[in-house]
């Protein structure tokens, strides 16, 4: 059978090689016939003198465009072809004496050049004579409302720039805009009768508007489009849901604001707003309104680097309790593989997640989410959450939440600014690494960690502003966002120790398109928690700063950077002068793994280079990434010499999907491994009674070995530097995810 197998194979590839030896020359000799002597191929299209318009905005006005490069390179019969049209060159030409005109650039010349190579092949080079631009010398504007325009900054913006009609178009239909946005919606459109001197090369910029009469709203009548059921919400409740009110201005951005407000609902399908003349002055609104399916179900899986396997679900109810309200329950579970029943799937989990202490068992999300409409009006959208839920941070820490509860508003404040205050309540329970528990919250034995494992609630509240906020499927390449939180918040640690904090976080990112092809992409976050002195050791886990993995310094693992301390697993014991027994590390030993601690203050920072088109093929883009950043506490040091960047250059490929691009980086780490405290971990089992163990065993300690009558040291020094890491492969750290770093 296998030799029947090898025969068969043989002869397929050989018929396979003698279709391709045939196919080759014959697609080669198609691809020349297309293009004649007289006729040649284009090789290149340049432009030369062009300092005023970039090439990015010249070649796709113009028709003539270069071959492809399977074509160029190796003769084949696929891709773009372009052959020589002189005809087609020089209105190619023409278009680009007119694109200078319209922008201002009276007399320019263009000259349209050809180079042979050998008989089929060409390079086409555009020259470019720019003229000196007609400048704007005066800007008169009538007929404009007071209040609706700012004539000194559209005088300031125009004054002393080129004489273009685009930029003339786009400000008159701005100002036209602002004017209707007043409430003048019957407003006529403006005459322009702006005109220039071609030998002064100076210009005057004239608009006359025509507002009309002021138009208010009159009535408002709401039309359920759908008769077969009563409406989840009555017509005076979707009237609290507008942004307008009889006698008020019409103003078609409120307008618009109320539709998409209603969309937003979830609870329609179709809305209509429209508005007809019921007198001088009054305009009569009409909101049609369909309804959609009340009731809706999702549920979705997949695998993650992190999560390993992962699965959730959400039901909808659009009208709960028929009060119109929106009723939404979120349930997740991730870590699936890493737990029982589903432990034999472990082997198809991360590494880094099979090692990780805190992914042992699955996460899981169960919440409730009640979105009160009309309840405030239109302005404000009030919602109540309950959940319940356990959350991990790589090599961090878990955390349970018996109960939470989140009561928040908001608001939006203008076009995709929006704004929200909220209190939230977490009766949660906070287990953190053996020696990030001793190190940082001084819980260093089992009486102390049985302490740390009850319960802590937290009470905050808190206030966010964002801009433009990211989803995952968004790939922005221009303007920017930027979100900032406030939050102060008090703890019980324990239910004994009293802790109040403050913790601030922002975040701005902004994208420029630097030609066709690339997109500059960056970021910068910031963040800082107030504590009591005295008190800031205590601060729970989950409000502490962590950063590191695929969203912030790509050239470290996930939560790797900043404090942290190492877990080992061998010692050698060590007798002190005083009989103490004591285990140390080797100085060349290596370590288990890193159990980071977080900090009280963090930055980061992001710079990336984006590729907008494909290579080789459409669905691939490239990214080129410089990330810094720091995590520290602010309290070892009264300064901010502990917070010294640390910079990782890296590489990554995105491939685009409809949920967003599939992210692969692999980020690269020059920096040594850094001296810090080294711990000996044992594992206890709490419930049965099983004492487990931390012990110091960094060059240097005094803590003695589990056993001893001696008590513990009260620090642990940070002089163990494990080996060095070798070769460039521990070098580089890669992520895998959906959808942009930021």
Known sequence: MVAKFAHWGARFGARVAFAIAV??????????????ARHPMVDAVAFAGNREIPDGELAPIIATERTGIWRRTFGWNVGTLTCLDTVELRQDASRIHDLYEEHGFFGTAVHATVARRGDHRAQVRFVIEEAPPVLVESVIVTGTPPDAVNLRELERRLLHTPFDSVVRRTVRDSVQGLIKDHGYVRALDPLDSSRFDLATRRGTVRFIYRPGPLVRVGTIGVQFMDTSRAPALDATAVRALLRFRPGEPLEPRQVAGSQRDLYASEL???????????????????????????????????????????????????????????LEINGRLSKIGMASPFTGLRGLCASATRDDPFSQEMNYYLGATLNLRGLLGANLRPSLTVFTERRSESYAYEQKTDLGLVAAVARELGPRLLASGQYQYVDATTVADRAVSCTTFGFCRLEDLTSFLLPSPIHSVGVSFARDPLLPTSDPDHGTRWQFELRYGHSSISRTVPLDFGRVQGEVAGYRQLSDWLVLASRVQAGFVFAPKDKSVLLPPAERFYAGGQNTVRGFGQNLLGPGSYIVDNYVEKTLGDGTTVGEVPGTSTYKRISPSGGNAMWVANVEL?????????????????????????NDVFSVLNAQPKVTPGLGVRLMTPLGPFRLDVGYNAYPLEAGPAFYVVNGDLGAGTVGTVTCVSPGTTDPLPGSTRSAALSCPASFTPAQRGGLLPRLAFHFSIGNAF
């Open 23 to 36: 196919a080759l020359p014959t697609a080669l000799g198609a691809q020349r016939a297309s293009c004649t």
């Open 268 to 326: 329609y399908r179709v809305v209509r707003i429209d508005h007809a003349t019921a007198d001088s002055t009054h305009d009569s609104v009409s909101v049609q309104l369909t309804e959609g399916d009340r009731r809706r179900m999702r549920v979705g899986a997949g695998w993650g680097t992190l999560d390993c396997f992962r699965t959730q679900g959400r039901f909808i109810e659009e009208n709960f309790l028929t009060s119109g309200h929106r």
């Open 610 to 634: 984006r590729t907008r088109r494909g290579w080789p093929a459409d669905l691939l883009r490239w990214a080129m990434f410089i990330d810094a950043g720091q995590v520290w506490n602010s």
